[in-house]
């Protein structure tokens, strides 16, 4: 293994301490340092799409819905580089369309979740998908 490839590896270890970090805060409404772990996750780890969706997450439960629109815009940019795992870029664009149906946008966010089904074809998504419908 290259110097390159170890450092890439224990990046990716830290990332994902990090990443649980996030999550921990996040459990306990800490906002702010959850933001803080899911930042620095995604800089040690920029191609990881998770890191992305879940400081959307974050985004969302402050009601800061442009933001948390840019962090799936960044995870979407992430997968279009290649070598991605289609999964959590449907649960990007679903988190996307999330935002967008709260800011009642409503073709958009339909338009959204049909993109993330594309991309994975989950349950959640579509009964999202049906209210948002509904709704309209």
């Not at 301490?17 to 996030?22: A, H, T, Y």
């Not at 992430?78 to 999964?87: H, Q, T």
């Not at 449907?90 to 073709?107: V, Y």
């Amino acid at each position: 293994m290259s110097s390159g490839d170890r450092q890439a590896h224990e990046n990716a270890r830290e990332a994902e301490k990090k990443k649980l970090l996030g999550n921990d805060f996040y459990k306990k409404k800490n906002f702010p340092e959850a933001i803080e772990h899911y930042r620095a996750a995604s800089e040690l780890n920029p191609k990881e799409l998770t890191y992305y969706s879940n400081l959307a997450a974050v985004y969302v439960e402050m009601g800061e819905l442009e933001k948390a629109i840019e962090c799936c815009d960044n995870a979407i940019e992430k997968a279009k580089e290649g070598n991605y795992d289609y999964v959590k870029l449907g649960k990007a664009k679903a988190r996307k369309a999330l935002c967008l149906s709260k800011q009642e946008k409503l073709d958009e966010s339909i338009d959204m979740y049909k993109e993330a089904l594309l991309e994975h074809n989950n349950y959640d998504i579509k009964q999202a998908k049906l209210k948002v419908e509904k709704r309209k």
